[in-house]
């Protein structure tokens, strides 16, 4: 049997790419994440009979522990094992501080933070006992520097680059690397939303977001695509990538350069 993968947040963008390219490394995957019950049924049968893998798709709540552990069995008793972790569900808000609503900061802590956390806590003793085992954390560049108006984001990602670093301290000796995967800019829905919303706080255009705050930082002008965060995320999970672990790899065009 192959391995298998979970990719939380994979019923849409990088998630989506992610699983697409894992599953053409030969996975078998789990998807998660919202949106229409026979879009998301398509998305598992289209993946499954594509590479000949088996795919599953777990509707876990990514603000719930008891939800991710039910996942994680899940995923277990299907496989046999859980082998690859990539943490991707994560959600945006774009407010001055001061007007940042409380109920959005506690649920991108919970969705783009501690959700890493309780897949890890579930999986690891089943890595372990394999002395095998991958988790991608995918952070964003916004895990190495701020923005304005992005303080629950910018938070959570630099959270993700701290239990990044002390997971793969701690395993490291077990045959399991953790490491971040730290995008740019990604046209996605994710994006897509915060163009509107970035427009707003700034009082500019939607072309004005695009050009001048979002490809501004990137000096390759150019959005990052799915694909090639998946290829990376393939690597990560990879034999070849042993001996990464407890990295944050940059993926933007050149934006943490400057
Ligand atoms: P997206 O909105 O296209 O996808 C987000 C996914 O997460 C969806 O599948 C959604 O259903 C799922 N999700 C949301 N809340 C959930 C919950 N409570 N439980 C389970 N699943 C949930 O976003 P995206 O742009 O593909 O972002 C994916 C990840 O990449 C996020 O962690 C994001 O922070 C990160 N990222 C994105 C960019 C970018 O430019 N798009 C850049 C850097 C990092």
Same mark, same amino acid.
């Given at each position: 049997?192959?391995?298998?993968? &979970? ?24 998807? $998660?994440?919202?949106? *229409? ?5 398509? @998305? ?26 039910? /996942? &994680?069995?899940? @995923? ?10 990539? $943490? ?16 959005? %900061?506690?649920?991108?802590? *919970?969705? $783009? ?6 897949? #890890? ?5 089943? /890595?372990?006992?394999?002395? %095998?085992?991958?988790?991608?954390? &995918? ?20 959270? /993700?680059?701290?239990? #990044? +670093? ?12 953790? $490491? ?33 705050? /979002? ?9 990052? +695509? ?12 990879? *034999? ?14 050149? %934006?943490?350069?400057?």
């Amino acid at each position: 049997m192959g391995k298998s993968a &979970i990719i939380t947040g994979s019923t849409s963008g990088i998630g989506l790419g992610i699983a697409d390219a894992l599953a053409g490394a030969g996975h078998n995957v789990v998807i $998660n994440g919202f949106g *229409d019950a026979g879009e998301i049924e398509r @998305t598992r049968t289209d993946l499954a009979a594509k590479y000949g893998v088996e795919a599953l798709y777990s509707n876990a709540d990514m603000r719930r522990s008891e939800d991710i552990h039910r /996942m &994680i069995d899940e @995923t277990v008793a299907a496989f046999g094992s859980v082998d690859v972790i990539v $943490n991707n569900a994560g959600i945006q808000h774009v407010a001055p501080v001061d007007e940042f609503p409380a109920e959005k %900061w506690q649920a991108i802590l *919970d969705i $783009n933070l501690s959700a890493a956390f309780h897949t #890890t806590h579930a999986a690891l003793p089943h /890595m372990k006992a394999k002395g %095998w085992g991958r988790i991608i954390n &995918i952070a964003s560049a916004h895990g190495l520097v701020a923005s304005p108006y992005k303080s629950a984001y910018v938070t959570a990602k630099h959270g /993700m680059l701290g239990l #990044t +670093k002390v997971v793969a301290l701690e395993v490291a000796q077990q045959g399991i690397t953790c $490491n971040a995967v730290c995008p740019g800019y990604v046209l996605t829905p994710l994006v897509e939303g915060q163009i509107d919303d970035t427009a707003k706080a700034r009082g500019i255009s939607r072309d004005a977001v695009v050009r001048d705050v /979002m490809l501004a930082t990137q000096p390759t002008k150019e959005f990052v +695509k799915v694909e090639q965060i998946g290829s990376l995320a393939v690597f990560l999970a990879s *034999d070849a990538a042993a001996s990464i672990t407890g990295a944050a790899l940059p993926i933007d065009g050149g %934006w943490t350069a400057q």
